[in-house]
């Protein structure tokens, strides 16, 4: 998984069934995705989705910081942003996609459709990485504010994209199943 390296570098193997996974409740006990220990837990999703509101919400921030010229208003939040943008990427890794990868096994279309979301998830790190990493120590670099504006926009656009297709397509795929 290039994007994990990226974010979180190498690390030793961990298992799925402990790394990220939260107290769980007795009914969330009742199905796991087949061949792993990775239980279906009914709160994910609306985690999943609260951690969306807190990315825009930061989002938000960074960009009126922008606005204001206050790059180290800038700088703090882009990294507020890195640290929820990895956990939640964690989250969906470990907890949705490996979940949803043994569970639409017999269902081709949405397997598919789900490796679609999870690929693109790749490309769509390497981006946000790149600038990320690129705009780290802006609040030192105030030479960087005018490509900053452009990048932040492109970021934006990619994110509300995206978090509207998991919310509608890719999120509906975790029902408990029957």
Same mark, same amino acid.
């Given at each position: 998984?290039?994007?994990? $390296?990226?974010?979180?570098? #190498? &690390? #030793?193997?961990?298992?799925?069934?402990? +790394?990220? !996974?939260?107290?769980? !409740?007795?009914?969330?006990? *009742?199905?796991?995705?087949?061949?792993? &220990?990775?239980?279906? $837990?009914?709160?994910?999703?609306?985690?999943? &989705?609260?951690?969306?509101?807190?990315?825009?919400?930061?989002?938000?921030?960074?960009?009126?910081?922008?606005?204001?010229? $206050?790059?180290?208003?800038?700088? =703090?939040?882009?990294?507020?942003?890195?640290?929820?943008?990895?956990?939640?990427?964690? #989250?969906?890794?470990?907890?949705?996609?490996?979940?949803?990868?043994?569970?639409?096994?017999?269902?081709? =279309? *949405?397997?598919?459709?789900?490796?679609?979301?999870?690929?693109?998830?790749?490309?769509?790190?390497?981006?946000?990485?790149?600038?990320? =990493?690129?705009? &780290?120590?802006?609040?030192?670099?105030?030479?960087?504010?005018?490509?900053?504006?452009?990048?932040? $926009? +492109?970021?934006?656009?990619?994110?509300?994209?995206?978090?509207?297709?998991?919310?509608? !397509?890719?999120?509906?795929?975790?029902?408990?199943?029957?």
């Amino acid at each position: 998984m290039f994007l994990f $390296d990226l974010l979180f570098g #190498k &690390k #030793k193997d961990e298992s799925p069934s402990v +790394a990220g !996974t939260a107290p769980r !409740t007795l009914s969330a006990l *009742s199905a796991n995705a087949p061949g792993t &220990k990775i239980h279906h $837990d009914p709160r994910l999703i609306e985690a999943l &989705k609260e951690d969306h509101r807190l990315l825009l919400e930061i989002f938000a921030a960074i960009d009126g910081a922008r606005q204001q010229g $206050d790059l180290m208003v800038v700088q =703090t939040r882009l990294n507020q942003f890195r640290i929820v943008l990895q956990d939640h990427l964690l #989250k969906e890794n470990v907890r949705l996609y490996v979940f949803l990868e043994h569970q639409l096994v017999n269902d081709p =279309t *949405s397997h598919q459709l789900m490796h679609g979301f999870r690929h693109e998830m790749d490309d769509i790190g390497r981006a946000v990485v790149g600038f990320l =990493t690129r705009y &780290k120590e802006i609040g030192l670099h105030p030479e960087l504010a005018a490509a900053f504006a452009t990048d932040l $926009d +492109a970021i934006g656009e990619a994110l509300v994209a995206r978090i509207q297709r998991e919310e509608d !397509t890719l999120y509906p795929m975790y029902a408990l199943p029957a």
